[in-house]
């Protein structure tokens, strides 16, 4: 299946959770909150074919 | 997977707890664990006028809310900004801080590298007139918490309430260690610096025991403004690899970040112990508290050929 990251197309096994698709591009949880709309991801979260995804990195500012 | 308090869907797990918890749940738990931290560490006493650090992120966004939430009754809280002159970063920031500061009903001061030094962050290297790259997290700090410490003091604030959070706290452990500055290491904690001086207005750290990640869900489901831009200079290459170190390990072992926590609040006491504590005194030429002849504002003022002195806030 096919999922967007951050506008970045990438192929996943179906079924797949968060937690493969962060591993699949070297994110590591902690890191980041995944959000799916307006609703934010657990790890363990199935994807769906489709699915557009925003990573939002925890650490910021200066 | 559900909340482990409501049953409804959870959007964040606590690994180490094996628990998980909805927005509502996290919430509730985040306020929880800051109002036992300013109880169990004296943080913030009734009446107490509180000036909170608020540079528009979500650490310190999210500190203004909480605190307003539980302590606007008894105490005043006074915001304290600092445009340093970051074109396309603090202007940004400062839009959500003034944003939130109106929504909350509360009184807010901003204070410009400008207006008090008379130069932008991002000039200095012009007037150096070096060609060699400065390091901008050492100016733009120094003069930072110079004038916070300033404006909570021409506010009379009896504390200063910054946003370090828990990840912060453990990355200055383990820098502190890494460059064997015992010093600045005894120095972390809930009420970081030289307690009872009163040249310092008493820093405090509600948020030391909160994980960065918990407060960032919380400023989102909570809808606090809140700026997540970078500052275009931020060049602190040593605390984002240590970041990104304790970040795997926590991910490995979850948990790490509170036992490294733990650890360093049981050697406290060991430190106190020791002795290692620095005489402060007062700046020969501003008068402001330092361990030095001349305070670190002062000695990077010299090199700008500008006389800190003559730009008090008062």
């Known amino acids: ?62 | 997977m559900k909340c482990s308090k409501c049953n409804n869907k959870a959007i964040y797990e606590r690994k180490w707890e094996g628990r998980a918890y909805c927005g509502s749940c996290l919430s509730e738990q985040v306020e929880r664990k800051v109002k036992q931290t300013i109880r169990e560490n004296n943080l913030i006493e009734k009446g107490e006028i509180i000036a909170v650090g608020l540079s528009g992120g979500k650490d310190s966004t999210t500190l203004l809310y909480i605190l307003h939430k539980y302590f606007s009754k008894t105490n005043q809280i006074i915001a304290i900004s600092i445009d340093e002159g970051i074109e396309g970063y603090r202007n940004e920031t400062l839009e959500r801080a003034k944003k939130l500061a109106c929504v909350l009903g509360i009184e807010h001061k901003i204070f410009s590298y400008k207006k008090i030094f008379g130069i932008n962050l991002d000039e200095i290297p012009e007037i150096l007139g070096e060609k060699q790259k400065i390091n901008w997290c050492t100016w733009c700090g120094v003069f930072r918490r110079y004038i916070l410490n300033q404006a909570a003091k021409a506010i009379n604030a009896d504390k200063l309430a910054v946003g370090h959070n828990l990840d912060d706290e453990v990355q200055g452990i383990f820098m502190n260690f890494f460059k064997g500055d015992l010093s600045r290491f005894q120095r972390l904690g809930a009420k970081p610096g030289i307690i009872g001086s009163k040249k310092f207005v008493q820093r405090i750290k509600p948020f030391f025991e909160i994980l960065e990640k918990e407060i960032l869900i919380y400023a989102m489901i909570n809808g606090i403004p809140f700026s997540n831009a970078e500052c275009p200079h931020s060049e602190e290459i040593m605390r984002r690899t240590t970041a990104e170190m304790i970040n795997k390990l926590e991910f490995e072992y979850p948990g790490t970040k509170f036992q490294i926590l733990n650890f360093y609040e049981k050697l406290r006491p060991f430190m106190t112990a020791v002795e290692i504590k620095e005489n402060i005194r007062s700046c020969e030429n501003c008068g402001e508290p330092t361990s030095r002849t001349n305070c670190m504002a002062c000695e990077l003022f010299d090199k700008l050929n500008l006389n800190l002195i003559e730009k008090s806030l008062q």
């Open chain 1, 1 to 62: 299946m096919q999922i967007n990251i951050n506008g970045k197309e990438i192929l996943l096994k179906e079924g797949s959770t968060v937690l493969d698709a962060l591993k699949s591009i070297n994110a590591n949880p902690e890191s980041v909150i995944v959000k799916r709309k307006d609703e934010i991801l657990l790890e363990g979260d199935v994807l769906n074919d489709g699915d557009e995804l925003e990573l939002i990195k925890v650490i910021s500012g200066g």
